[in-house]
């Protein structure tokens, strides 16, 4: 037997499923935190509260109004009676004029009230953006290093940054704009057919239908226009980034224009593209507009074929163009907020498809570690993704706490892919690392485990700022120990190079160290390893690109660290750089093919 209720139950659910407004605040509240949720409640009630505010400053308009050209209505209302004589009025001009000053402070203090409601649900929105980006980045930090290596800068960019502003911006508020349009447009229609039914049908006829064909005519020319801004946005600061950081290549090879030019090409699709959105987004306006004219236009026309006197006009016109003058931009901002809010769907997918794929009890900061007496790596195995061939097999080594290890090996033999799983930057398909032969390494460990270890690569990362930026490396100015960063920068032989510069430690060293040489930023990293304490330090090819004087110091410099015990892990292509190593493990093609002194590595 056919259920009716079921029936109606499921097309309820099917509505519901299907509707835009409620997916949106369902993907929402998988956004928005227990306190964000609270908040959003408390805009919610403010929301309505305005809300009633404005239609009750319309409903007084048409009675004042109205007593103001015909006093009459003063003596024959009781409540208006009340008043007159409530406030000791003597002339019904001066009680006119109370009237009219009343509703002008009625409308300050509205309007006052919806201008700070405004103010809060900005506030509520932008921090959901801050808290949405932060969590965004967060994440992306748990991805592995693969993960950066074949992702697009400006793609990770926009999803961090850009795509929490357009929760924001292009989400949230017009969600919030909505529903409070939503509650005026109600009450005033409510209001409407209680007081006069024609006026209900004929706004309902001259603006409802046009409302729901504009909606149904841009909302997927937006959204496709939004999507494809989205994308070019990417593809423009690509090229702009590509043309800013590739200076000297570009510079060398004259091809200044070329990066211009595919630059301004994206630049000026995505140009293209807002255009479009600007005058679908003006579109719906002017057509309600004509409509309601219309309807100005039909009230007159069935006037004049009924025969009626045009005085009799005056209250239908004047409710009809009150209503309307207050529906239009609601309507309007309804039209728009739903076009927004249909086109910018696709953030809910950028932000699902990170958080789906991390674990934030991953950053949690777990004890420290201790590293007393080695490290074991045991068989350790990895395979790049979308490669035929493992990059690493089997590898097993044991390094004690305070020895200083060299690896050696030509390109591709796996040497800097070992250092990245040591640094938990990879994870090791098969095998374990352990230290001091107890603790295993785990995901969960890893930030306590890094505290431990000091990076010194080929290309440093240098910060655009001064020695105190550096140096303590993601720590406040105020916060730097001093007698720390002094003892760092003389064991890096910086201290000769910096007691030389006019500022000192507050000069500026530029974008990546522009103002450095080689050598100069290579005990940069040192220093900053030192400053941090690490037990381990990591040179991976950390002299390649240098001459063979500024290698010789950076050797030199590396070599005065082993009175300190620290455990020392270096990655080269020249043997000289291997020197001072108590043994030499030599790589290929992803094997340990033998370990060897640097003087038995020199016989060769």
């Not at 001259?206 to 989205?230: C, G, Q, T, V």
């Not at 091809?255 to 255009?275: C, E, P």
């Not at 045009?310 to 739903?338: D, K, Q, T």
Request: glycine content about 4%.
């Amino acid at each position: 037997m056919f259920n009716d209720s079921s029936y109606t139950e499921n097309l309820f659910m099917n509505f519901l499923r299907n509707n835009i407004l409620f997916q949106t605040v369902r993907h929402l509240k998988t956004v928005l935190s227990a306190r964000h949720k609270k908040k959003a409640l408390a805009i919610f009630f403010l929301t309505i509260s305005s809300s009633i505010l404005d239609v009750l400053g319309l409903a007084v308009i048409l009675p004042i109004i109205t007593v103001s050209l015909n006093s009459s209505i003063i003596h024959s209302n009781r409540y208006l009676r009340f008043l007159f004589h409530a406030f000791g009025f003597v002339s019904d001009k001066s009680f006119s004029a109370f009237l009219l000053i009343t509703l002008l402070i009625v409308f300050i203090l509205k309007n006052g009230f919806s201008v700070l409601i405004t103010y809060w649900q900005s506030k509520f929105s932008y921090s959901i953006s801050t808290d949405v980006a932060g969590l965004q980045f967060k994440r992306y930090y748990l991805k592995d290093l693969q993960f950066f290596n074949e992702n697009n800068s400006n793609l990770l960019v926009r999803n961090i940054h850009t795509a929490s502003i357009w929760l924001s911006v292009f989400m949230l508020l017009p969600l919030i704009g909505f529903f409070s349009e939503l509650i005026v447009l109600l009450l005033i229609v409510s209001g409407i057919l209680i007081y006069d039914a024609k006026i209900f049908l004929l706004i309902a006829v001259s603006l409802a239908p046009l409302f729901f064909l504009i909606f149904r005519f841009i909302k997927n020319k937006m959204k496709h226009l939004e999507m494809s801004k989205a994308d070019l946005e990417v593809e423009s600061n690509k090229s702009l980034y590509q043309a800013l950081f590739g200076y000297i290549d570009v510079k060398l090879f004259n091809k200044d224009q070329h990066f211009i030019d595919k630059y301004l090409f994206y630049q000026g699709r995505k140009n293209t593209a807002d255009v479009k959105l600007l005058t679908l987004q003006a579109l719906p306006v002017k057509v309600i507009e004509i409509s309601a004219v219309l309807g100005v236009l039909a009230i007159i026309g069935y006037s004049m074929l009924m025969g009626k006197a045009g005085i009799s006009l005056v209250p239908l016109l004047s409710l009809y163009v009150v209503a309307s003058y207050r529906l239009m931009p609601s309507m309007n901002r309804m039209l728009i907020a739903l076009t927004s809010i249909k086109s910018y769907q696709f953030i809910f997918d950028i932000l699902a498809k990170v958080n789906e794929e991390s674990d934030l009890k991953n950053l949690q900061k777990t004890e420290k570690i201790v590293f007393e007496k080695n490290i074991l790596l045991k068989n350790i195995s990895y395979k790049y993704p979308q490669t035929a061939n493992q990059t690493l097999k089997d590898i097993t080594i044991n390094i004690k706490k305070g020895e200083r290890i060299g690896f050696i090996g030509q390109s591709g033999a796996g040497k800097t892919t070992l250092i990245n799983i040591l640094l938990r930057f990879l994870k090791e398909d098969k095998g374990s690392i352990t230290i001091d032969n107890k603790l295993q390494l785990v995901d969960c460990e890893t930030n306590a485990w890094r505290d431990l270890i000091g990076y010194v690569k080929q290309n440093v990362f240098i910060v655009d700022g001064d020695f105190y930026d550096n140096i303590p490396f993601g720590i406040r100015r105020e916060e730097v120990n001093l007698e720390k960063l002094n003892q760092a920068i003389v064991s890096a032989k910086l201290d000769d190079m910096v007691n030389k510069l006019p500022l000192g430690l507050n000069t500026n060293i530029g974008e990546n160290g522009t103002k450095l040489s080689g050598g100069q930023r290579q005990r940069i990293a040192i220093a900053r390893a030192l400053y941090k304490d690490a037990q381990i330090l990591i040179f991976d090819e950390a002299t390649s690109a240098l001459d063979n004087e500024t290698e010789k110091e950076i050797t030199e410099a590396i070599d005065s660290l082993s009175s300190q015990n620290k455990t020392m892990i270096l990655i080269a292509h020249r043997t000289s750089t291997l020197k001072h190593c108590d043994r030499i493990v030599e790589l290929k093609d992803g094997e340990i093919i033998r370990e060897c002194s640097y003087e038995e590595l020199a016989r060769v």
